[in-house]
Structures are given as C-alpha cells and as structure tokens.
C-alpha cells in the first residue's frame, strides 16, 4: 500500500516516546472548520466521496489533501484493474493467478484506505488526534478468550495466549489457541525482523514500519482427525499517513504480503499429506487514539487474504475466494496494562478480548 | 464486453444464490408428490416429479436407477413419462406382491421412457433402472461441468461425446447455466433433449439464483446413486462449503459405500491445486475436515469442476480430476480447449483408466 510509496525515513534516535509527529513543515491551506462546515465535509466524504475520495477534505477547502487522496484512490483502482483484469482475462490462470490477486488486494487496500482516511479526516478534528508507540516493550504478554462461531465445527471457545520477545529488532512470538469445549489446539510460532520502525532498541519518529516474518503454525483438529502444518514468509509494513498529509496524522495504512505451504496430515491410515500453497495479504487502515503512556488505543479495521484462520474465507454467495473481514483493537487505559480485542469475519466467526501487559520498556528506569 | 457483461452477471450472481442451508431443504422435497389421495415417492429424491395429475406422471431423473412407490386408493392406467433417462431403461411395477404387465416405448427423444401400466389400489412398488443395473463389469462415463455462457455452443460437447464409443452416461459437477434463473435451466434442459445420453449432475454456483428451482427442473443437489456396483455421490458444494445437513447425509452415503468403488463429485473442490487461488472451499479447516472423511471411507474418485480447466491430482491421497471444460471462460495458457473427460469404471476393477478429450471451439 502506501509503503510502497513513501521513501522510509531514518530511526530516530533511543529515547523516550515521541510525541504527536509533524514532520511536515508546508502550512495547512485551511483553518479549523466549523461544526457545521464539517458535517457538510463529512456528507461529502461519503458523497460523493464514496466514487471521489477526497471530496470531504476538499468540501473543508483542503484541496492538497484531497489531490492526493483521489490520487491513491486513482492508484489503487489502477492496481485493482491490473490485477482483477488479469484473472478475468487469463481465466485465473494458474501461471498469473497468485501476483494478480496481490495487486488487486494491495489497490483494494489503497482504495479503501483512501476512502477511510478521508471520511475520518474531515470528522475528526486534527488537534484531538493520537499518536503512535514509537518504542516497542521488550517483553509483551497477552492471555485471553476467543470465541469462534462456525457450524462446521463443534469448537466455541478458546484461551489464547501470546508472548513477544523483542530485542535489536528481532522479534520471538509464540503464541496459542487452546479449546475449552473441543479437542481443537493452534501453536504458532512467528519470528520476524523490523529494520525500519518502532522497536524495542530504537525508538522511531511514528508507528511506521517493515516487518519480515515467518511463522510455522500447527493447527490439530483431533475429532475430525487431521492436523495442518503452515510454514509462511512474509512482509508486512505501516505507514504513517501524515506522510502523505499532515491533515491525516493519527491514521495509518499497513499492507501484507507473503506466501505459505499448509500440509494437511490425516489421522487415518494410509492417507497422503497434501501441500497446498497459500497468499497471504492482508490490508488495514487505521487510527491512534490518545497518548503512549497515557490512556491509549490503536484501531484498525483490516482485510485478511489468507483462508487458514479460524474465520476462513467468505463462502456462501462470495464462494470462498475472498478473505475474512475484521477489525482490531488495542486499548491500555492503564500504564502496563491494556486490552485487546479482535473481531473477524469469513466462512465463521471470531472474536475475542485479552489483557495485555508489558515488561522492562525502554523508558523504565 | 463480453467479459464485462459476465462480470456484471457475477455481479448479480452474488447478490441472489440460495444458501447451502435453504437447498439441503429443498433437496428433501424432491421426489414427493400427491394428488388428492394418491401419492407418489421417488425414493432418495432420485428423481424430480415434474407433473402429476391422476394417472399421469412426468419425472426429471437424476440417476439411472431408483425405487419408488406409487399409493392409490383407486384402480387406473399409469402412464409414467421419465425424462433424463438412459435409453434402455425400464420400469418394474409390483403391486400387492404380484408384477403389473408395463408396456415400454421411447418418447421423443432417446433419453425419455414412456411407461403404459394398470395400477390396483394399494400401494405399488417401481423399480426403475437399465437391465445391466447389477452387471459388474467395467463400463465408461464422460464427465464434463461448467457449460454457463456457451450454452449455445454446447451441441459440439455432446456430439463429440455421442462419438465416443459405449458411453453410458454423462456425468457433471455442475454449472449448467450462467446466472441460475428458472428460465436458463430449462434451455439447458433444451439443449439435452438434443443429446443421446442422459446427464447426472450436482449443481454449481451458477445454477442457485433462484429459489428450488434446481431442485423443481433436475431433482436434488445432493444424493447417490449405484451403476454396476459403483456408487455415485452429488454433493452439494456450491458455497464453497457442505451445509451441516448434507454431512449428516454424507456420513450415512459414506458408510453405506465404503466397500464398493465410490465416486464422489461436487462442484468447487475442497481444495484449489492451485492454492494461491483459493478456487476451493472458504474455509480450509473446513476442507481438511472433509477430505478425512472421503478419505476414511476409501473414496476412490473425487470429480471436480469450478475451474475451468483440467487438473489430475491427488487430496489426501484420493485421487481427484477437475473437469471445467464445458465451455465457461477458460483457464488460459492451460494448453486446453473445452474437454470432457473419459473415464472407464468397474464394481470390481476400480478406476481403470481415465482419458481427456478436447473438443475445439466452434469457428
């Protein structure tokens, strides 16, 4: 998405969370709308912003912003008619159906994205807006309860629980899903590297990043008697959107990309394990709300490509090809203590809440 | 603009299928009919009752063979009309423990049987089926799916399946029609009164915007039935997914099948060959789920369509053929124009062989 576009910037030096960035120094070319002005721009965000994005930023008299925002829109429109023209025109070829469903995913990501930033740009005012972590804990622990409602499975509710390791830009992650009501367990175990962006070691100047990670996860189904194995490389980045606008401080974009090799081994004798490769994409957009280390959240709602969550892929009337929608939340009303949340939606659904703490920050003494 | 007329079609073929859920119900009414006290049950919902009215019946099979039974509180001549039906097929009526003389003919067309029979009242038992029904010798099939849009150049299929020698039956794994209307079904109805052989099929994603009317013109979307001592098993997986109550069905087909040789076709594989795709189910959990059962039930054929192209492969371990060539808009740098495929079954020889033949587009 919009990582692709901007240049990355270099790390900040360690120190403590930065504030609000404005890295921008060009002037706004609008004064603070009136209510009443920016409820006409928040109309206009949704028509005709909904075909023209940027019209609610341009109806506030902010004509730069929303120049660039038709501009991502017109990108990514671009990329979803590159990529969807492709499948429809080879037919989903198996030779061009995975790069081609990437570039629609990514445009469908720009696409929404500059949509949503328009809406929340023109309804939120700048000056009460959030700001990222800049600096990543070293130790990150999270326990809490999912629940799943799929009709193909008896499974409802789970214990999940994650830890993150996090030091010189690696990051260890294993994590769990545990059935209380089925034989049903999830292991993961993610390791990636972040040379761009908030880590635990250098503090950044906003929430934008680049991630390479690979993950193996083991999925065991035992009533139904198969077990999966998913190896998975991907990249994943945020980028900040005051770098494309100042007005867009508090929101952010990320973009995923990656491949997978999910093996199904059967508990049955003489079955063969199959090997079945898997994209993973995923888009998001999303905002910070509040101040790190002061009551502070994260929000984003995301497009999630790959078919081996527990929610899946949407069947039904959309025959399984798309993803699963969602949105995630992370809320630490406290210092050290917070919650997060998930929702998402496919073939079933799932959701769940957790606490979440962290140890030994940068910033303790 | 073709293209975009069919992206259109999509379009608004998302906005109106049928759930998996609704069709399972409707599944359950096929093959029931009454007129005043005289009923009529097509066992298994194996074929659908078309039209009924005292001493006519018109029925849609889609199997080659099927029992049923005909109650009746009063004495009159039956004339059963069954369309879809392989051309020597023939019905067997008993009534209160002794046989009733049936008189054959062919209809209109090869695949319609005409049957002339006086029932008593009581009830009346049909067996109906081709007298190789219990041969179990090797016989040979065509499978071919996913006609949608080239409908009107679908003739070329089925006349390069009528040259293929000693095929019994065509076999599909649904989309017969582009956007599922009553009205789309019913050409391709007319389109098959044109062909020699009769045609089984499960139903695709293409095929459910409208509501029963699958179930009203070709019977249900899931069931099985026996040829030679093969088991066929339709299953309807056009959501991307089995609804709850064709598993409880399948689970009971499975076990009843899991010594013979077990064909099991459905629309979109669980799993995509090519996974990046995600031509297969929405869910994979929900794919592993089902490929241990067919597997855990010895399965020995899985039939495919959805993509329009051919594919030879193995889930867990079963062998599986996707066959999309009728026609619908190709996989491209395949190397494949429309196809159907051969293949050749036996009760006690398994799968023996299994050929592709293309058919050129049409100039």
């Known amino acids: 998405m919009a990582v692709a576009l901007l240049a990355p910037a270099p790390c900040a030096a360690a120190g403590p969370v930065a504030p609000v960035p404005s890295p921008d120094p060009s002037p706004t070319d609008a004064t603070e709308p009136s209510p009443g002005h920016r409820a006409l721009g928040v109309g206009a965000s949704v028509l005709p912003g909904v075909l023209l994005h940027g019209s609610g930023h341009f109806v506030l008299g902010q004509g730069r912003t929303a120049g660039r925002l038709l501009a991502l829109e017109g990108l990514g429109l671009g990329l979803v008619l590159v990529g969807g023209g492709t499948l429809i025109g080879s037919g989903a070829s198996r030779y061009l159906v995975g790069p081609a469903a990437a570039v629609g995913i990514m445009g469908f990501g720009m696409v929404a994205t500059s949509l949503l930033a328009d809406v929340i740009g023109v309804a939120w005012p700048i000056e009460t807006r959030g700001a990222p972590q800049t600096q990543r804990p070293v130790v990150e622990l999270e326990l809490g309860h999912r629940a799943v409602h799929d009709p193909q499975f008896a499974y409802a509710h789970f214990l999940y629980q994650r830890l993150d390791i996090q030091r010189w830009g690696w990051r260890v992650s294993p994590s769990m899903w545990l059935a209380l009501d089925d034989e049903n367990a999830r292991m993961r175990l993610e390791v990636a590297y972040r040379p761009w962006g908030p880590r635990s070691d250098v503090a950044a100047e906003d929430g934008s990043y680049i991630e390479v990670r690979s993950a193996v996860t083991h999925h065991r189904f035992a009533p139904e008697r198969f077990r999966t194995i998913t190896t998975e490389l991907a990249t994943r980045g945020r980028i900040d959107l005051w770098r494309l606008d100042r007005e867009l401080v508090g929101q952010f974009t990320e973009a995923e990309l990656g491949l997978a090799v999910q093996s199904f081994d059967f508990d049955v004798a003489g079955l063969a394990t199959d090997h079945e490769s898997l994209l993973l994409a995923r888009v998001a957009h999303g905002v910070y709300v509040g101040h790190p280390r002061r009551p502070w959240a994260e929000v984003k709602v995301l497009y999630e490509h790959r078919h081996d969550t527990f929610a899946g892929g949407i069947n039904g009337r959309l025959i399984g090809a798309p993803g699963s929608f969602g949105a995630e939340a992370k809320v630490y009303p406290l210092p050290y203590f917070g919650l997060r949340g998930e929702f998402a939606a496919g073939a079933a659904l799932y959701g769940g809440i957790s606490l979440i703490t962290y140890l030994f920050t940068p910033e303790d003494p | 603009m073709k293209r975009i007329y069919l992206l259109a079609c999509l379009a608004i073929c998302c906005q109106c299928v049928t759930s998996s859920d609704d069709r399972a119900a409707f599944d359950e009414e096929v093959g029931h009919a009454s007129v005043e006290a005289t009923q009529l049950v097509i066992d298994e919902g194996l074929a659908a009752i078309r039209a009924m009215q005292l001493g006519d019946v018109t029925l849609w099979t889609s199997a080659p063979t099927w029992t049923g039974t005909l109650t009746t509180t009063e004495s009159a001549r039956w004339h059963f009309v069954v369309d879809n039906a392989l051309p020597d097929a023939e019905l067997i009526v008993t009534s209160n423990g002794s046989s009733q003389a049936v008189t054959a003919s062919t209809g209109e067309r090869p695949t319609q049987r005409s049957f002339e029979v006086d029932l008593p009242a009581g009830t009346s038992s049909l067996r109906f089926g081709p007298p190789d029904r219990d041969d179990r010798t090797p016989f040979r099939i065509a499978v071919m799916s996913d006609i949608q849009e080239a409908v009107d150049d679908v003739q070329d299929m089925f006349d390069a399946i009528e040259r293929e020698e000693d095929i019994r039956f065509l076999l599909g794994a649904g989309d017969l029609a582009q956007n599922g209307s009553r009205d789309e079904l019913l050409r391709v109805q007319h389109e098959l009164r044109a062909?020699?052989?009769?045609?089984?099929?499960?139903?695709?994603?293409?095929?459910?915007?409208?509501?029963?009317?699958?179930?009203?013109?070709?019977?249900?979307?899931?069931?099985?039935?026996?040829?030679?001592?093969?088991?066929?098993?339709?299953?309807?997986?056009?959501?991307?997914?089995?609804?709850?109550?064709?598993?409880?069905?399948?689970?009971?087909?499975?076990?009843?099948?899991?010594?013979?040789?077990?064909?099991?076709?459905?629309?979109?594989?669980?799993?995509?060959?090519?996974?990046?795709?995600?031509?297969?189910?929405?869910?994979?959990?929900?794919?592993?789920?089902?490929?241990a059962r067919l597997g855990e039930a010895q399965v020995d054929l899985t039939v495919y369509g959805h993509i329009h192209s051919f594919y030879a492969f193995e889930n867990a371990g079963i062998p599986a053929i996707i066959s999309g060539g009728g026609g619908a808009i190709p996989e491209r740098l395949d190397g494949l124009d429309r196809h159907f495929v051969v293949l050749e079954l036996g009760a006690d020889a398994g799968v023996v062989s299994q050929r592709v033949v293309e058919v050129e587009a049409s100039p």
């Open chain 2, 195 to 291: 062909f020699d052989l009769p045609y089984y099929t499960t139903l695709g994603n293409h095929d459910v915007s409208e509501q029963r009317a699958w179930q009203e013109l070709y019977g249900r979307g899931s069931f099985q039935f026996r040829y030679r001592g093969v088991v066929f098993t339709m299953v309807d997986s056009a959501a991307a997914s089995v609804g709850p109550l064709v598993y409880e069905w399948l689970d009971g087909w499975l076990a009843r099948a899991r010594d013979d040789v077990h064909v099991v076709a459905m629309h979109i594989p669980p799993l995509d060959p090519v996974g990046v795709r995600n031509g297969g189910f929405g869910s994979r959990h929900e794919a592993g789920k089902l490929l």
